[in-house]
């Protein structure tokens, strides 16, 4: 299955959370759950939070960010009749709202599972519900709105 984030132009695949080209990034990938969309990640010990053994927000936050802008741009493609892993040039989503939500520590040292269902889509405008589990406790949710770039942006 590909990545949804495997997909994205070249241009756009510089992200620091999520783009295949930054070596040193994170490379997140995310794909579909059903009519879901879900990505796993385990944040390396570095990424604690004042706490030893607990992940620190920016992280979970970031983690959520970008599983949210590919989820964006693959709700609004099948939105469209389309599916995202075969279009040739997808159209690329960025964040303008992100409400985080955290409801207990999230643990480091084992995977966390990011998930993505969609609220609605209104032209360029795609809203999410976003949550972030270690296991099977949700650690955070969150609200995002994602808007799909125009082909002229840089
Ligand atoms: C470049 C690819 C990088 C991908 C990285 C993915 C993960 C990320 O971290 S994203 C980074 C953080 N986000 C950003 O930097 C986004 C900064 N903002 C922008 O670049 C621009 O405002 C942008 C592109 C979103 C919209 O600009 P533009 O294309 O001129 O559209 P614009 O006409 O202003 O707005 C379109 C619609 O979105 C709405 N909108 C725009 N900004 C916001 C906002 N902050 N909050 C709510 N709504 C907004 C507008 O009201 C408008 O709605 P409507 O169509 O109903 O009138």
């Given amino acids: 299955m590909k990545a949804f984030q495997d997909c994205y132009p070249m241009k756009y695949a510089h992200c620091y959370g999520c783009?295949?080209?930054?070596a040193m990034g994170?490379?997140?990938k995310s794909y579909w759950n059903g009519v879901d969309t879900q990505a796993h990640f385990t944040p390396g010990m570095q990424y604690s939070g004042g706490?030893?053994?607990?992940v620190y927000g920016g992280m979970i936050a970031s983690l959520l960010d970008c599983h949210g802008t590919a989820s964006a741009a693959?709700?609004?493609c099948r939105e469209r009749g389309k599916d995202m892993t075969q279009e040739a040039n997808p159209a690329r989503f960025?964040?303008?709202s992100l409400s985080v939500n955290f409801k207990r520590p999230t643990p480091q040292g084992v995977e966390l599972c990011m998930r993505a269902q969609l609220l609605g889509v209104e032209g360029r405008k795609v809203r999410m519900s976003?949550?972030?589990?270690?296991?099977?406790?949700v650690c955070a949710t969150a609200d995002m709105l994602a808007i799909e770039l125009l082909p002229e942006a840089p």
Avoid: I, K
Avoid at 19 to 22: K, P, T, V, W
Avoid at 51 to 54: A, I, K, L, Q, T
């Fill in 19 to 22: 783009g295949r080209e930054n």
């Fill in 26 to 28: 994170l490379q997140l």
């Fill in 51 to 54: 706490v030893p053994g607990h």
């Fill in 74 to 76: 693959a709700f609004a």
């Fill in 94 to 96: 960025v964040t303008v």
């Fill in 130 to 137: 976003l949550c972030l589990l270690a296991g099977d406790q």
